[in-house]
């Protein structure tokens, strides 16, 4: 089992990806400053797990640097073609997204 870690350069990528791997999906967010945050507006529910998001500081430096790394965490449960949507918004991310993020998974033994 393996861990793969996603950016932004997959976006609307299908990723191979086996069962039981973990997928660990970083984003780029300035949240202070914008008020725009990644939220999940949808995943495949059937055969993957969302372990949860998580705020990481960014590397940027300086005074009003506030960018951060979102961490989101799914777990590959069954075999299949499933995906991920985020959003980033400044409210609902199924409804008000002003950018999405998607990745489509194809999943095997």
Known sequence: ?????IGISENNQTIPVSVGDSIRIVLHQNAASSGFEWGVAGFSDN????????????SGNGI?????DVVFRFQANHEGAGFVDLGLSRGDPKVS???KF????????
């Open 1 to 5: 089992m393996a861990e793969l870690v």
């Open 47 to 58: 055969i993957l797990t969302f372990d949860g998001r998580r705020i990481e500081q960014g």
């Open 64 to 68: 009003g640097s506030g960018q951060q």
């Open 97 to 99: 997204s002003n950018f």
């Open 102 to 109: 998607r990745v489509d998974l194809d999943i095997s033994t």
